[in-house]
């Protein structure tokens, strides 16, 4: 009693949960001027609580917080956008899953990050109104992500030698096309179509304002999927379990 607590005024988005003791919850939550919190929401699981709509899952809300050493307690929140439709489709619940476990990932604690925040925000408001794939939304943020990390591949020529001709591979290791000459000498490399390496670099290029138009042939995004996850995973030096069980789940339920 007596201490100074600031209360803080946030917006953010829940990433993640755990349910610990009886009735409370620590999440973690992405905000534009903090990056990646942890906050303790007290009691949030009692059936009262004002606050347990806004520590779901993909839930974006008002937040005040107030600072108790490396975490902060939620006083009050409000929901914005619950993105509930998520949830009622398979597909986009998976994805969308994996979208917030990625953006965990990369997220730095405590470090502002608008652009992060309004791109993560924006996806998940496609991913849930719109009737553009999951899929193709995924490979937009994937590709947005991965460019505003400090990855952005290059697309218009050999990452080994410079030249524009012949490009017919995807090297992760060094993030770039590579002609068939190079790839012969080094051996390393993804297969990657013009369709595919054009629609990465529309892709880079593109306002996410055009996101609702955006329409890629299914041989593409399956070239595109395997070379992301793959450059993804090179380039962060991680494995995202929930990108894994995609590739189970779509396995298990062939798409028409
Ligand atoms: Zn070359």
Redesign the pocket.
């Known amino acids: 009693m007596g201490e100074i607590t600031r209360h803080l005024p946030t917006q953010g988005v829940v990433l993640r949960y755990t349910n610990i003791k009886e009735a409370d919850r620590m999440l973690t939550i992405l905000t534009p001027a903090l990056g990646k919190i942890s906050v303790l929401a007290r009691g949030c699981r009692k059936g009262k609580s004002k606050l347990l709509a806004a520590t779901e899952l993909f839930c974006y809300g008002d937040f005040v917080l107030y600072r108790k050493g490396n975490f902060h307690i939620m006083t009050q929140a409000t929901v914005q956008d619950s993105f509930y439709d998520i949830r009622n489709d398979l597909d986009r619940l998976v994805y969308a899953s994996y979208i917030l476990d990625l953006t965990g990932e990369v997220a730095n604690p405590g470090q502002e990050d608008n652009i992060l925040f309004y791109l993560l925000l924006n996806t998940l408001s496609y991913m849930c109104y719109s009737d553009i794939s999951p899929m193709v939304v995924t490979h937009f943020y994937e590709v947005k992500l991965m460019d505003h990390l400090g990855y952005r591949p290059i697309l218009d020529r050999?990452i080994?030698?410079g030249?524009n001709t012949n490009l017919a591979y995807f090297d992760i290791r060094r993030g770039g096309l590579?002609?068939n000459?190079?790839h012969k000498t080094d051996r390393v490399g993804y297969n990657i179509q013009m369709g595919t390496a054009k629609t990465l670099a529309y892709i880079l290029d593109m306002d996410i304002k055009r996101l609702g138009v955006l329409r890629i042939p299914i041989y593409i995004s399956q070239e595109l999927d395997r070379i992301i996850g793959a450059y993804i995973e090179e380039q962060l030096d991680k494995k995202i379990k929930t990108r894994q069980f995609i590739k189970e789940f779509n396995r298990n339920s062939p798409k028409d």
């Open positions: 050999c080994a030698c030249t590579l002609c000459g190079c």
